[in-house]
């Protein structure tokens, strides 16, 4: 199947990261296609810093701080277009070191999980989290990813 992805930079610090965009994009669409999003489906990927995912998030969602990911679905009557994630530089460097996951890793997890949010997923509750998670790591596991709900043995 075929995707198109745009992924754009809006902070450099995500273009010192190697690989990044191919490994973005990868994970992307092994999300829309376990999603079972349509051939042509089309979507954005804004990498971003934290200053503009605390206004996104502020604006959109009324919560005056920097967050990981969000996610943006358009109008699915509109086509194929299914939307934008966009994700803060910061907050996923920061949750990559508190949870000894590779940075890269931890990006892929993020973009996977908001690939999902825009094909209708959720996981606000206990039962879209019970189909949403398994998922996830799916996905994720495919990818090389380490199951980012596993608990950690103390």
């Known amino acids: 199947m075929t995707f198109l992805i745009d992924i754009r930079m809006a902070d450099r610090r995500w273009r010192k ?4 965009s191919a490994r973005l994009r990868k994970a992307a669409e092994a999300a829309l296609r376990r999603g079972k999003a349509p051939a042509g489906s089309r979507l954005t990927i804004l990498l971003a810093g ?3 995912l605390k206004d ?3 604006q959109f969602r009324g919560k005056n701080k920097p967050t990981n990911v969000l996610s943006f679905p358009a109008d699915r009557a509109k086509g194929a277009y299914l939307g934008d994630i966009a994700l ?3 907050v996923t460097a920061a949750e990559a070191r508190t949870g000894a996951a590779h940075f890269v890793d931890h990006a892929m997890h993020l973009t996977v999980h908001g690939v999902l949010h825009l094909l209708g997923f959720d996981h606000e509750t206990k039962r879209g989290a019970s189909v949403m998670e398994p998922l996830e790591t799916r996905i994720l596991n495919e990818l090389g990813v380490a ?3 596993a608990t950690k043995a103390a």
């Not at 990261?17 to 990044?20: A, E, F, H, S, T």
């Open 17 to 20: 990261v190697r690989g990044l």
């Open 50 to 52: 934290d200053r503009q």
């Open 56 to 58: 996104l998030n502020h």
């Open 88 to 90: 803060a530089y910061g």
């Open 147 to 149: 199951d980012p709900y």
